[in-house]
Each structure stands twice: as structure tokens, then as C-alpha cells.
């Protein structure tokens, strides 16, 4: 059974690319982990501080939560279902051209291959 996962929210929410984000079952593993408390500095476990690698940085997570309180949930799903739909209709127009989509597409990422290397070079 799996414990955690971990994402990252610039893909889809188009936020900015170095806000990841972990998901645990367990509330108190990062905290744990992460613990950066000193005799001069404590905090309670929930504690910003406690719960990511570098205390000192931008908030990192503010533009994650600003686009998920405005997307909301139905918003998130919408937004995801309508990429993986496009990236269906592209693939289906690619083979159709006759390119070789070479992954089940599933999500939201086409891996395409012409019928020569210097063909799928171009293909940039």
C-alpha cells in the first residue's frame, strides 16, 4: 500500500516549476524528517519550518494554493480531463499523418516518432 506520492503543479496549474509538493498518509513523517528545531528555535510539528527542506526560501506553496482555491476541485478535474482528451485527438491526428505514437497515451504526453531519425529531428 503506498504511504506517499509526490507531484509537482507546474505542469497542469501552471505554477511555477520548482513548487513540488508530498502527499503522506502519515502527517508526522515529514515533520519527523524534516525537523530543523535548535534549543533557540522550536516549533510545533506542523510548523512551516519542520515541514520542508530549506525554511529559509520564498513560499513556494502560495501559488499552488492560490490556483487549486481558484480552479477548485471540479476545475482541477475539468482542466485535466480536457489535456488528456487534447493529447488523445493529437496522437490521433498524428497517426493519422502517418507518424508512430510510441506510448499508450493515457495522460497528457505524446511520444511521437517519424519513419526516419532525421524525420523526427525535424519534427521540433
Known sequence: MRTSWTTDGHKWLNTPYDGAMVICRD??????????????????????????????????GIPIWAALRALGRSGVATMIERHCAQASRIAEGLRDAGYEVLNRVVINQVLVRAATDDQTVAIR
Open 27 to 60: 502527517a508526522a513523517a515529514p515533520a519527523s524528517t524534516m525537523n530543523s528545531d535548535a534549543a533557540y528555535l522550536s516549533g510545533t510539528q506542523d510548523a512551516q519550518k519542520n515541514l520542508n527542506l530549506e525554511f529559509s526560501r520564498r513560499p513556494r
